[in-house]
């Protein structure tokens, strides 16, 4: 019987069209038309005015973060629910994170926590947090109402990691577009996906330029190899965009799909699970994982389906849980710590048949009944 994963890679069969384009057209670097078409059909999904595809999501973050000013010394807050990728770039810049655990609701950062911090974080390291970056988790949007307004309130920029979340509105905006600047991610887990891959978004010209010159070497406008700062090698090859320009074109019709394997997974098991991760009703989420919440650890489960051939797997495990971690500011009010021991995400991936999908539930039902 065949594996189903968690979130695999969903190709149109028109990215291949792409990349034969490319090779066509021998351009093959970190420079390319179809990077600029695919930086370009970015700028007109989410409304924002400029696009910077980069490696990764991470080295999206990385670049914001430089673009911002933060360096050594300084502080970021961000969520504790997340994958490391989000924390990590702090550290590169010799910056400290300072870790805001969940609210109930979306699961994402808590805004009273945050105000919290922003206010005895100042007191205690005698300055303010260069920056927050909150995460949408799983698609997710966070309470960017909120969150934006203690933005404005104490002057910090918001870095938002979309990484899980493109395709997803807050109030009819897009999420990655409401900060200062935003980060999407294309690796292979996506629901788009270019095998690795991130894209930056800002209505910035001057931080956007600066991200994009900082992402390949920082080389200075000379007609030789001049440098006058530390850059990165973080620009996305143009063979990888070409993939995102195929996957673009199916982005829309991936969400729909998956949107539909949620309300079909709420609609057989809301009664087996305590809670299901849900959306506000003036939000939209990609749905990317179906996540729900047990009364009791979830290993059983998620061995049981393993055996049949099942992926599923744990909420994230929280920063301010993480060995290589520990000793940073926090500030926690123990939802993540639940989430993590009681939470799942089920198989969600937009290319699940309906076959697929009946399997799982007849499969989580068998378990429920042992």
Sequence with gaps: ???????????????????????????????????????????KYTGSKYAIAVSSGTAGIHLALKALGVGKGDYVLCSSLTFIGTVNPIIYCGAEP????????????????????????????????????????????????????????????????????????????HTGTIGSIGVYSFNGNKLLTTSGGGVIVTDDKDKADYMRFLSTQAKDPFPYYHHTEIGYNYRMSNIVAAIGIGQMEVLESHIQRTREIHNVYKKELGDLFYSFLEERKSDRSNMWLTCALMTSNPTDLINYLNEKNIEARRIWKPMHQQPVLKGYQKYINGNSDILFAQGICLPSGSSMTDEDLNRVIKEIKTFFKK
């Design 1 to 43: 019987m065949k594996r189903i994963y968690l979130s695999p890679p969903h190709m149109s069969g028109k990215e291949l069209d792409y990349i034969k384009e490319a090779f066509e057209q021998n351009w093959i670097a970190p420079i390319g038309p179809q990077l600029n078409k695919f930086e370009e059909e970015v700028i």
């Design 98 to 173: 300072i870790l805001i655990d969940s609210e109930e609701g979306s699961w994402n950062m808590d805004p009273l926590l945050l105000e919290k911090a922003i206010l005895e974080s100042t007191q205690i390291n005698g300055k303010k947090p260069k920056a927050i970056i909150p995460v949408h988790m799983f698609g997710i949007p966070c309470d960017m109402e909120s969150i934006k307004k203690l933005s404005d309130e104490y002057d910090i920029p918001i870095i938002e990691d979309a990484a899980e979340s493109l395709g997803s509105t807050y109030d009819n905006k």
